[in-house]
């Protein structure tokens, strides 16, 4: 079974920074995608940043130049900095781990989330 577990979710003023982090645990197998996807209330969940295994990374436009995502594969941990935050960061923060396991198929693990709020 494979467990998320993240954490550096708080309140920040506007222009401000925060770092998340998310710990998986479990089986989980070497070649993967680590992210984080955000959902604000009213809202779907979104894409935020993601890592592969490998280290290419994806991000949205709306954090690209403020937003880094990196990740420590020996600790199967991966991070979200986020620089120059505004309101309309303020979202639930979630920790999405997956991989392929066959054509069409593939295993995909979520945490519980993180609170992020930003006020001006």
């Known amino acids: 079974q494979v467990q998320l577990v993240e954490s550096g979710g708080e309140s920040v003023q506007a222009g401000g920074s925060l770092r998340l982090s998310c710990v998986a645990s479990?089986?989980?197998?070497?070649?993967?995608?680590m992210g984080w996807y955000r959902q604000a209330p009213g809202n779907q969940r979104e894409l935020v940043a993601t890592?592969?295994?490998?280290?290419?990374?994806e991000y949205a436009d709306s954090v690209k130049g403020r937003f880094t995502v990196s990740r420590d594969n020996a600790k199967n941990t991966v991070f979200l900095q986020m620089n120059s935050l505004k309101r309309e960061d303020t979202a639930t923060y979630y920790c999405?781990?997956?991989?392929?396991?066959?054509?069409?198929?593939?295993?995909?693990?979520w945490g519980q989330g993180t609170q992020v709020t930003v006020s001006s």
């Open positions: 479990g089986s989980i197998f070497s070649i993967n995608t």
């Open positions: 999405n781990l997956r991989w392929v396991i066959a054509a069409s198929r593939a295993n995909n693990y």
């Open positions: 890592i592969t295994s490998t280290g290419i990374k």
